[in-house]
């Protein structure tokens, strides 16, 4: 499985993929289905981790139909997610041996990495071999186990950096480099510094300017007549510069599509590309086959649809600064509408990328609609560091909206929503906690929204009760005790009563508080 480089804000996403591919999940697949085969899937392998399906359907765009799972403490329902997931990687290591690659860990949300982080601690004895890569300003605690090897992937050597060099020629030329070729080799070796990549880039640059164009014959590889003399050659010196100049000499068609490309993302099923650009799957497929034979793109053998791939990161990188921003805005929002259609049976697996297309295309309305979505949904997984980014980019936004007569009650679910994540990373009694409950408070009084004021005011209650500023929780729990009695809601007059009960406890008023 990869995580995007988009995807750090986004809970679950890397392992979500990854599930998808286990329990072969098709797009097309209705929620009854989804519940079908991972049901099936699950008990074949083992009927004693039928317990830990109500943990995997949430994941999956399955519906929780247990209301007690609903209302489980969060950092509990978190657990008991990491350790069905465990139990169920750990059961299918022993049917075969399993690997489980996940690159770009630099790029990994914070609840993949406490998954991986646990999941690591439980295979020194199991036949799983975890493959992860990251750049060098990643940090981990693996470092200490005896289980763990790392392999460091320096620059190459001078011999290494030849011999790849060597190949390439061979492989794109034909033959193997004669003697004459060596000042070449040279001047490519000093430009690249060890980078293959830089190195294969090189190769493709020279190729398509025409420079190299030989044939296999009696004198091995013959140069083009382009490449009349070194000082002739045009070789950026960066790879970001080469990777520019080989998109700027493509077809019409074919830059276009590969900037597309870049702004839906650094994978792409070709069902998703098809709404995007509007041509039909014949000419899409031909373009896509010329940017994988010019080494733009890879195909992913991924189930159940033909998906495409950037060759690196950086490739994606360049085709997307290299938009107009205008155009850039206009395709992620196509992007994003694509995808709304494509996934309208199980939308709430697309929240996260629908906010982030609908943010980055400009359409601050939809983007907002779908932060409070995703910003919710990692709560309910507590992803809480997930769930104040969302929020507090949907609350810039609203800001920036003008002041319509719905803009207060679109900021009412949001400020709540937002307080109920502060309160877990930053703890119940902070200023900024106090902040969003006194905003939402305000809004609630205006709107004359009485369940969500109750929960304002219930969030209010533990701030100055966990502060011991018992005189303003008592004043606070006798407003939500009149709230729940005037709405004669049992749910609500239980937290009322608890509420008031809990703080004229430690006023001393013990009669009372029995």
């Not at 309305?365 to 949904?377: D, H, N, P």
């Not at 936004?397 to 930053?426: G, I, N, V």
Request: with cysteine.
């Amino acid at each position: 499985t990869v995580s995007a480089s988009h995807a750090k804000t986004f809970a679950y996403l890397p392992l979500i993929d990854l599930l998808k591919g286990y329990f072969e999940l098709s797009p097309r697949d209705d929620e009854r289905k989804r519940r079908e085969k991972v049901t099936g899937k699950v008990l074949t392998l083992d009927r004693s981790l039928e317990d830990t399906l109500p943990y995997l359907f949430p994941l999956l765009g399955v519906t929780e139909p247990d209301p007690a799972l609903q209302q489980m403490d969060p950092r509990v329902r978190r657990e008991r997610t990491f350790a069905a997931l465990k139990r169920l990687l750990v059961r299918e290591s022993l049917n075969q041996p399993l690997v489980l690659i996940v690159e770009d860990l630099h790029w990994l949300d914070a609840e993949t990495q406490a998954f991986l982080n646990l999941f690591g601690e439980s295979i020194a004895s199991a036949r799983v071999l975890l493959l992860v890569d990251y750049r060098p300003e990643y940090r981990h605690s693996w470092g200490g186990k005896t289980y763990y090897t790392q392999l460091r992937l320096d620059p190459f050597g001078e011999r290494e950096a030849e011999e790849l060099l060597t190949a390439l020629l061979a492989e794109k030329v034909g033959g193997q480099p004669t003697a004459s070729f060596q000042p070449l080799k040279r001047l490519i070796l000093a430009k690249a510094q060890g980078n293959p990549f830089f190195i294969e880039e090189i190769i493709q640059e020279l190729c398509e300017q025409g420079v190299l164009a030989g044939t296999e014959g009696e004198s091995g590889l013959n140069p083009s007549p382009a490449a009349t003399s070194l000082t002739d050659l045009h070789i950026p010196t960066t790879v970001h510069a080469i990777l520019a100049s080989r998109i700027d000499r493509l077809p019409p068609e074919e830059k276009d599509l590969l900037q597309t490309l870049a702004v839906v993302g650094k994978e792409f099923p070709v069902r998703l590309l098809t709404h995007v650009t509007g041509r039909s799957a014949d000419t899409l497929q031909t373009l896509l086959s010329r940017l994988r034979a010019a080494e733009f793109l890879y195909e992913q053998p991924v189930f159940p649809e033909p998906t495409y791939a950037f060759k690196h990161a950086l490739t994606q990188e360049v085709a997307y600064t290299s938009l107009l921003i205008e155009r850039r805005k206009a395709l992620h929002e196509r992007t994003a509408g694509a995808i709304e259609e494509l996934c309208q049976q199980h939308l709430e697996e697309c929240y996260g990328e629908l906010a982030y297309h609908y943010t980055r295309g400009g359409n601050a309305e939809k983007a907002v609609e779908f932060l409070r979505r995703a910003g919710q949904q990692a709560t309910r997984r507590s992803a809480y560091g997930e769930a104040v980014g969302h929020l507090t980019t949907a609350l810039e936004l609203l800001r920036a909206l003008p002041d319509k007569s719905d803009r207060a009650q679109r900021e009412l679910p949001l400020q709540l929503a937002f307080a109920a994540a502060l309160q877990a990373t930053k703890g119940p009694a902070a200023p900024e906690v106090e902040r969003a409950y006194t905003r939402a408070r305000a809004l609630c009084q205006r709107e004359q929204d009485a369940p969500q004021l109750f929960s304002a005011l219930r969030g209010l209650w533990v701030l100055h009760h966990v502060r011991a500023e018992l005189t303003t929780a008592r004043e606070i729990g006798e407003q939500l005790l009149g709230m729940a009695e005037q709405l004669q809601d049992p749910a609500l007059l239980l937290e009322a009563h608890r509420a008031l009960g809990s703080t004229l406890l430690w006023q001393g008023e013990f009669s009372r508080a029995r």
